[in-house]
T-cell receptor
């Protein structure tokens, strides 16, 4: 059965800290891994990764995929209180065209 | 460009009632999905569709039905509502699964309570 596991489940840091969120996947016919940020309501897109070893960056956020280890990490540097959210990762399978989500990591950044 | 539109935003049902959650997208996306999110949990797939006339079950389909008569619309039907269906429901869509089009777009969600 396809599954995506995220760790840690929750994390509390102080502003300015750097955090690393983990995502491991077991997805048949894996095609891509996506990261989303969820604040009040709907998830918002952060990154999509398809190739191993290529880092995607957007400001203080970056992510990389390791297809050999079936995992991905999301790094946030110089955290701010506005980074407080649930971070979700999802594996996309080209076999059934489903997105399989992990349970998310709840990040709280203290001022 | 409206994106993915869900209605209603909030709803309270009594046990045994039925309702339909509406979802429409105007991006000409082939694939559409219904997820539910329970408090503190990730997204669980209820049903999905890869095109008009084609639907398939996800992880948690029991108690729900869907139809896809047009590319734009993908309503979710709850029959005989139960307290276990209290959740936030998200509709999402994506294009064809090729390259950058695998990005999944979400509606704003429906908060449903069954009492």
């Amino acid at each position: 059965e396809d599954k995506v596991v995220q760790s840690p489940l929750s994390l509390v840091v102080h502003e300015g800290d750097t955090v690393t969120l983990n995502c491991s996947y077991e997805v048949t016919n894996f095609r891509s891994l996506l990261w989303y940020k969820q604040e009040k309501k709907a998830p918002t897109f952060l990154f999509m990764l398809t190739s191993s070893g290529i880092e995607k960056k957007s400001g203080r956020l970056s992510s990389i995929l390791d297809k050999k280890e079936l995992s991905s990490i999301l790094n946030i540097t110089a955290t701010q209180t506005g980074d407080s959210a649930i971070y979700l990762c999802a594996g996309f399978t080209s076999g059934t065209y489903k997105y399989i989500f992990g349970t998310g990591t709840r990040l709280k950044v203290l001022a | 460009n409206a994106g993915v539109t869900q209605t209603p935003k909030f709803r309270i049902l009594k046990i045994g009632q039925s309702m339909t959650l509406q979802c429409a997208q105007d991006m000409n996306h082939n694939y559409m999905y219904w997820y539910r999110q329970d408090p503190g949990m990730g997204l669980k797939l209820i049903y999905y569709s890869v095109g008009a006339g084609i639907t398939d079950k996800g992880e948690v389909p029991n108690g729900y039905n869907v139809s896809r008569s047009t590319t734009e619309d993908f309503p979710l039907r709850l029959e005989l509502a139960a307290p276990s269906q209290t959740s936030v429901y998200f509709c999402a869509s994506s294009y064809s699964g090729q390259g950058a089009n695998e990005k999944l777009f979400f509606g704003s969600g429906t908060q449903l309570s069954v009492l």
